[in-house]
């Protein structure tokens, strides 16, 4: 315990102590480190809810809960895994903590309305859980869709209130992060030299700053309906429930790029290190994060061809979905390319990060049976949907999240963990991920519809096999977890360049030192050379074999 203990009682920039030194700090570290533990806290009781949730559905009929409860946890595990992990997880945390340092600066350029941002963060998420104990859990689903939402006796207000305010959250965040980038990276870094992550978080933050406002209105509305009944989604008094539909995926189709561009700038900086290469089309990566940016932000109706959309739009919107693919495969095939003949070093990090390609790409390709109209109209709202929004969003992001956590830890904390216990943990989520969620394409296929309760007997073969899956998912989550923790009371110490970087983070000691550098950091041109990394990197585990375990 001392290692932890000395670890929380380096210096903040503050005159206070204790607790106090944390809670009012302005340090972007100890900002990114508090929203980690908050988000990792959320995380877990999702996946709490989750469990429960795909529990009830390995058997027909009711079993561990009433129908009522069911709808409760599957609008809870929706509202936290969205607005609590995913969209906030990988800027937050590791945007935070990494982003000053990868363009050679000692914090962001509001610190003040950085620590504003955690504290709206914290703040929706009590609001979130508030709204279980108010009478009446709501129970309309994360999407909040009238006129259920409306109409439903539930606490709908609350849910939608606490989603609120994470928006002025994420808000806050991307201005934070744009701001930072332009005024305040190192004179000697060009555009073209910033690292592809800080580069991802550039494009994640124009979304957030210009999409979040549309979603923020339109939970004002749902509110305002709701206390005042006037009709705005009514059509018995004008209102149009399409209307609705259209505002909320005008954010939250721009929204998934939001949770997947900054797992795809994690990647984007594994796989070259651990292939010992220069990524390939380091430009093309660059455009194609500002392509997927304008481009995903123009594609929010193909969710709603079964809405009544005119055929001229389900063309134009189909068409544009498949259009948005293409800077997305342009990713995929860099990272490909970076790895071919390269002198490939394989470790968490990078077990993780192949994972996420793969899983992906299956998410990704399902997502253009969706985006054509055709398809899309037998598989809407069945299992299919479930499985593909999955495999983008958790075999994406949540996989990103995964790699990031196990290539920046020894940076963060200063210690390495057991590669051995990192690869079984990976196996297992992987393996249940996959056990898990294919199922439930077969499901979709065979017709069973989502977000239902109780099903019929054809579809409990299916339903049992993907709950076996997720049981390995949650085992394989909680070692991950447990790998990590334990580091904190070991006196293992982490070099200051475990992996072979050569991004700015990797220039300091681990963990950072008060203002990041004790010098200007020399900034790299690019490509760059990883010439003799590998070299002074296994001189260095020879003589430190214990810092960094053999998998």
């Known amino acids: 315990m001392e290692a932890v203990k000395s670890f929380f009682e380096t210096p903040a920039p503050s005159r206070f102590t204790g607790i106090w030194a944390w809670l009012l700090t302005t340090d972007h570290k100890r900002i990114g480190l508090m929203y980690l533990f908050a988000i990792v806290f959320w995380f877990c009781l999702a996946i709490l809810l989750g469990g429960l949730i795909r529990l009830e559905l390995m058997f027909p009929g009711e079993t561990v809960l009433t129908a009522e409860l069911y709808n409760s946890a599957f609008t809870l595990h929706g509202v936290i895994m969205i607005f609590l992990f995913i969209i906030p997880a990988l800027p937050a945390i590791f945007g935070n903590f990494f982003l000053p340092m990868q363009i050679g600066t000692d914090d962001v350029f509001f610190p003040k309305l950085n620590l504003l941002s955690w504290y709206l963060y914290m703040l929706g998420g009590v609001v979130a859980i508030a709204s279980l104990f108010a009478e009446g859990f709501p129970d309309t689903g994360w999407t909040f869709y009238v006129p259920f939402s409306v109409s439903t006796q539930t606490n709908v207000s609350t849910a939608v209130f606490a989603a609120f305010i994470l928006g002025f959250a994420s808000m806050l965040t991307g201005l934070n992060f744009i701001t930072t980038i332009h005024r305040m990276r190192s004179p000697k870094m060009g555009w073209l030299q910033i690292p592809l992550f800080t580069w991802s978080l550039y494009a994640t933050s124009w979304v957030q700053l210009l999409a979040t406002p549309v979603v923020s209105i339109t939970l004002v509305l749902v509110m305002v309906e709701r206390f005042l009944n006037i009709g705005l989604f009514d059509p018995s008094k004008g209102g149009d429930p399409i209307l609705y539909q259209h505002l909320f995926w005008m954010y939250s189709h721009p ?70 693919a293409i800077p997305s495969a342009i990713k995929v095939f860099s990272w490909v390319s970076t790895l071919y003949k390269g002198a490939i070093q394989m470790t968490p990090p990078l077990f993780l990060s192949l994972c996420f390609i793969y899983l992906f790409s299956v998410g990704g390709l399902t997502g253009l049976v969706l985006g054509a109209a055709g398809p899309d109209v037998h598989v809407h709202d069945t299992h299919f949907v479930v499985a593909h929004f999955h495999f983008t969003m958790f075999g994406g992001t949540g996989f990103a999240f995964f790699a990031a956590l196990h290539y920046w830890w020894p940076k963060m904390f200063g210690r390495m963990y057991d590669f051995k216990k990192a690869y079984i943990a990976s196996a297992l989520i992987t393996g249940g991920f996959i056990f898990h969620y294919v199922p439930m394409f077969i499901l979709g296929l065979q017709g069973m519809p989502r977000r239902y309760y109780d099903y019929l007997p054809q579809y409990a073969t299916g339903n049992f096999l993907a709950g076996f899956g997720a049981l390995f998912m949650i085992i394989g989550i909680a070692l991950m977890f447990y790998n990590l923790a334990v580091t904190l009371r070991r006196e293992r110490n982490a070099p200051a360049d475990p992996w072979g970087g050569v991004t700015l983070e990797w220039k300091t000691a681990s963990p950072p030192p008060l203002h990041n550098f004790d010098r200007d950091p020399e900034v790299l041109d690019y490509p760059y050379d990883f010439t003799g990394v590998k070299e002074s990197q296994d001189n260095q585990a020879n003589q430190d074999k214990q810092s960094k375990p053999n998998a």
């Open 255 to 324: 929204a998934v790029y939001i949770m997947i561009l900054p797992g795809m700038g994690v990647i984007s900086e594994i796989i070259p290190v651990f292939s010992r290469k220069s990524i390939f089309g380091y430009k093309a990566i660059v455009f194609s994060s500002m392509m997927i940016a304008v481009a995903g932000s123009l594609v929010w109706a193909h969710h709603m061809y079964t809405s009544g959309m005119s055929d001229t739009a389900v063309f134009v919107f189909s068409l544009l979905t498949f259009v948005v």
